[in-house]
T-cell receptor, first 113, second 111 residues
Framework: GAGVSQSPRYKVAKRGQDVALRCDPI?????LFWYQQALGQGPEFLTY????????KSGLPSDRFFAERPEGSVSTLKIQRTQQEDSAVYLC???????????FGQGTRLTVV | RKEVEQDPGPFNVPEGATVAFNCTYS??????FFWYRQDCRKEPKLLMS???SGNEDGRFTAQLNRASQYISLLIRDSKLSDSATYLC????????????FGGGTRVLVKP
C-alpha cells in the first residue's frame, strides 16, 4: 500500500472489554513498531517486530497487552480487559530496515469508558 | 530521568522570525537521531535526519553535539504552517533499534 494503514481509526470500549487494533505496514517493510501516545505526550514504545519475530516487548505495560505479526506483514495489538488508563492513541510504524526512517500510520484512538 | 528530554514549550514565534530548540539524550551510546513533526491529532512525520556534521534542509537546520549529548533544530523565516509539535527521536542500535521519542516541543507561529 501507499502508507501504513491502521484500523479502526476510533474505538470506544467499555471497561473490561477486549479490543484488537490492526496495522498494515508498507509492503516490504521488515521492521514494525507499536507506540502508545497519551494526550500532550510523546509516543511511548510498546513493542517491535522484525518480520514475524517479536524482538522487543519491553514497553508493553502489562500482561493484558499482546501483539503478534504471524506472517511478517499485518500486525495486531490486542488489549484484554481494557482499563480507563489504556485510553490513548496507538500508533503503528514500519521501516524498510531497522535503524532507518520509520513511517507512521494515522493511529487508532482508543477511549475506554 | 527520561532517556530523551525536550522543553515542551510552547515557543510563540512571530512569523518570519527564527526559533531554535534542543533535545537532550541521556545515553551516550545513542547512534541515530531524527526530528519528526506532529500536527494536532495527526501521526508523526519525519522532518529530517540529524547527521554528525549537521545538516540543512531549506529553512531547517539540525545539529548534533555528541560531547554534550544534545541535538538541536533551528527554523528560519518561520511560516504559519510551521506550527506543530516537534519530536526528537533517538535510536540506540544496541537497544534493539526502537525509536525513543522525547515529549515534543510545541511551536506556535503567529502573524
Amino acid at each position: 500500500g501507499a502508507g501504513v494503514s491502521q484500523s479502526p481509526r476510533y474505538k470506544v470500549a467499555k471497561r473490561g472489554q477486549d479490543v484488537a487494533l490492526r496495522c498494515d505496514p508498507i509492503s516490504g517493510h521488515v521492521s514494525l513498531f507499536w507506540y502508545q501516545q497519551a494526550l500532550g505526550q510523546g509516543p511511548e514504545f510498546l513493542t517491535y517486530f522484525q518480520n514475524e519475530a517479536q524482538l522487543d516487548k519491553s514497553g508493553l505495560p502489562s500482561d493484558r497487552f499482546f501483539a503478534e505479526r504471524p506472517e511478517g506483514s499485518v500486525s495486531t495489538l490486542k488489549i484484554q480487559r481494557t482499563q480507563q488508563e489504556d485510553s490513548a492513541v496507538y500508533l503503528c510504524a514500519s521501516s524498510l530496515q531497522s535503524r532507518e526512517r520509520a513511517f507512521f500510520g494515522q493511529g487508532t484512538r482508543l477511549t475506554v469508558v | 530521568r527520561k532517556e530523551v528530554e525536550q522543553d515542551p514549550g510552547p515557543f510563540n514565534v512571530p512569523e518570519g522570525a527564527t526559533v531554535a530548540f534542543n533535545c537532550t539524550y541521556s545515553n551516550s551510546a545513542s547512534q541515530s537521531f531524527f526530528w519528526y513533526r506532529q500536527d494536532c491529532r495527526k501521526e508523526p512525520k519525519l522532518l529530517m535526519s540529524v547527521y554528525s556534521s549537521g545538516n540543512e534542509d531549506g529553512r531547517f537546520t539540525a545539529q548534533l553535539n555528541r560531547a554534550s549529548q544534545y541535538i538541536s533544530l533551528l527554523i528560519r523565516d518561520s511560516k504559519l504552517s510551521d506550527s506543530a509539535t516537534y519530536l526528537c527521536v533517538v535510536i540506540r542500535w544496541a537497544a534493539g533499534n526502537k525509536l525513543t521519542f522525547g515529549g515534543g516541543t510545541r511551536v506556535l507561529v503567529k502573524p
